[in-house]
Structures are given as C-alpha cells and as structure tokens.
C-alpha cells in the first residue's frame, strides 16, 4: 500500500504567536518516515507550542484533512517521544489520534 501523499506539511503556532512550519516525508517501507525538515520559525519562540495543524500533501495539492492538536496533546507526542509515529499514522492512512491517546496512556503509566 503506497503512501497517502508525497509529504505531511506542518505548522505550529506558540503561544507567544510564533508561527514556524516543517515537512515530513514518507519512507520507501510502509508506516515509515524518511525525513522530517527542522522547523522554521518566523522569530525566534519563547513560549510551547500551543497548536498544530498537519495536513498530507499529494500529487493534485491537499487530501482534503486537516488535523488540528492542542497543546497537551502536542507535549504528550513529545514527552512519550512518539511525534514519528504521528507522523507515520496521518502519512500512511492510519490513526493519528490513536497515537496521541497512546502518548498520553504512556505518560500517564509513567508516573
């Protein structure tokens, strides 16, 4: 099964109203990430993030969905150190909810 798209387009947006933006692309194996760009920040940010729009990007432009993360959920992917597999989930046409909710479930346990 081929990819969703050629590349996962993402942005983050701080608190402190930082926008930055990065890419992600698929992998030649399935539910497998090659690359993820460094972000690219407008300035500088202060502040975390406070939300995230992820988006696949294929032949013909966008897929049509959009998935929006909060703040939480963005630390959780973080933390649990799970952000690939988030990437990975959206970019193959899995869950990408399903791998937040395992981030939180994770941190939770590691308490």
């Not at 099964?1 to 983050?12: D, I, K, Q």
């Not at 992820?54 to 049509?64: A, C, E, Y």
């Amino acid at each position: 099964m081929p990819p969703r798209g050629s590349r996962l387009a993402c942005t983050l947006k701080t608190v402190d109203g930082c926008h930055g933006s990065f890419d992600v692309t698929p992998g030649e194996q399935p539910n497998s990430v090659a690359e993820v760009t460094p972000v690219k920040w407008d300035k500088q940010p202060e502040k975390p993030v406070q939300e995230g729009a992820f988006t696949v990007i294929g032949d013909l432009g966008m897929t049509g969905q959009v998935v929006l993360i909060n703040s939480y959920q963005w630390k959780a992917l973080n933390d649990a150190k799970l952000e690939k597999f988030f990437y990975a989930a959206m970019l193959w046409g899995k869950s990408p909810f399903k791998v937040i909710e395992d981030a939180q479930l994770i941190l939770k346990r590691a308490k």
